[in-house]
């Protein structure tokens, strides 16, 4: 059976850094993408960050460029992402997910993806 699992969100102050982790379990994420994603209630999910697992080619959304890093370590099929001087609008539940068809139409598509996670929360207060 095929799981993601996010960690690593928490309550945080303006400024702060996290680092998340989704971990997969069942499966690789060979030739895939695995992709974060946000949401808030009453809104749509958002596409954050995705990660070519193959050669680590990254994805971010112009939001959080310069301030996120993904990662990820093939050892423990892991994708992490380093979220630098946090802002309030970076709170929301973060899930991962990986995409399908494999490395197929826009990093950003959220319905080009699947497996998620049951997400993480992160709340950054001002």
């Known amino acids: 059976q095929v799981q993601l699992v996010e960690s690593g969100g928490q309550l945080v102050q303006t400024g702060d850094s996290l680092r998340l982790s989704c971990a997969a379990s069942g499966r690789t994420f060979y030739n895939c993408r695995v992709g974060w994603f946000r949401q808030e209630p009453g809104k749509e999910r958002e596409s954050v960050a995705a990660?070519?697992?193959?050669?680590?080619?990254?994805y971010y959304a112009d939001s959080v460029k310069g301030r996120f890093t993904i990662s990820n370590d093939n050892v423990k099929s892991t994708v992490y992402l380093q979220m630098n001087m946090l802002k309030p609008e970076d709170t929301g539940v973060y899930y991962c997910a990986v995409d399908n068809p494999p490395l197929s139409g826009f990093w950003t598509y959220r319905y080009g993806y699947e497996n998620w996670g049951r997400g993480t929360q992160v709340t950054v207060s001002s």
């Open positions: 990660i070519r697992w193959n050669d680590a080619y990254p």
